[in-house]
């Protein structure tokens, strides 16, 4: 699906068609749904490129692409991002009969169906968006890995997640990088040999979600929290927090050089479009524009 230049990109233009999953946007916020319940939310195919699309849709229709609060109709850009599943998990990894063709595929092809896998993850953890992610049941592989990559995920209390590619005899290699940036060297290293699942209270305690809640909770009650919280903070800070983010991952250079590029960074900040609202406002004591939206 080709899609527009972002300086053309209403909120009303049309959405992707899927079959496995939903888009539905209010406000500034869109909500995509995982819909493969009778499998658990496993992932095929068609499912990945869905999410593909759907992410690449709402990435190009965020306050953060377009460094703007509306879109040229007035409506609207994004801000918030959540991710969900329909039935009783959140999504149990691979599909079965993916993994079992996996099995009869050449090196390539089986790096080609990685490459899209590895695209879905990266989509997802770049998106522009504060994502949030709602878990229930089990985060299986590659459900760890969409967990891994989200900013803010809240678990019911006896959910469970597991790197289980072990079990198997291969590596939770593709979500590798996203869930060791979330939960570090040491947790990686141990879950991904272990293999095994981890309840709810230990995957708060290393990192690997942010809030349990009781089950058949109202999520909407903890959702509507953070609402408010990222509504009153700067679109653009939350987007360009992340490449900040990903700098100070990278970074090659010495303490001297890094002390001077968060120096550029701030003065560019400061200076930008919101940078000068968010001070004004602040001198003048009134909301931002953006807070208007709460």
């Known amino acids: 699906m080709a899609y527009l230049g972002c300086d053309d990109l209403k909120m009303t233009d049309l959405k992707p068609e899927t079959k496995f999953c939903t888009l539905t946007v209010k406000d500034s916020i869109v909500t995509i749904t995982i819909k493969r319940k009778e499998v658990f939310n496993a992932l095929n195919k068609e499912l990945i490129n869905e999410l593909i699309l759907l992410l690449s849709w709402s990435k190009n229709h965020s306050v953060g692409e377009n460094n703007n609060l509306i879109d040229s109709n007035g409506d609207k850009n994004l801000r918030i991002l959540i991710l969900k599943s329909e039935g009783k998990h959140f999504c149990a990894g691979a599909d079965i009969n993916m993994m079992r063709e996996a099995g009869s595929k050449t090196v390539e092809e089986n790096r080609k169906d990685s490459i899209q896998l590895d695209k879905l993850f990266y989509s997802l953890w770049s998106h522009p968006c504060f994502t949030i992610g709602i878990i229930q049941g089990v985060a299986l592989g590659g459900g760890a890995g969409l967990i891994s990559c989200l900013d803010y995920v809240i ?3 006896n959910s469970k997640i597991a790197l289980s590619e072990a079990k198997l005899g291969i590596l939770p290699a593709v979500i590798g990088p996203y869930v060791y940036r979330r939960i570090g060297s040491a947790q990686f290293r141990r879950l991904s040999m272990m293999a095994g ?3 709810a209270k230990e995957a708060l305690r290393i990192g690997f979600v942010d809030e349990i809640v009781s089950d058949n909770y109202d999520f909407t009650k903890s959702i509507d929290k953070i609402i408010v919280e990222i509504m009153s903070t700067g679109p653009m800070a939350i987007s ?10 990278r970074w090659k250079g010495d303490d001297l050089q890094l002390r001077q590029y968060t120096l550029d960074k701030t003065s560019e900040m400061r200076g930008s ?17 953006w807070k208007d939206e709460i």
């Open 155 to 157: 678990m019911e209390s």
């Open 197 to 199: 699942r981890i309840d």
């Open 240 to 249: 360009e927090a992340k490449k900040l983010t990903l700098i100070f991952d």
């Open 273 to 289: 479009k919101e940078g000068q609202e968010g001070l004004s406002s602040f001198l003048e004591r009134r909301n931002p524009d």
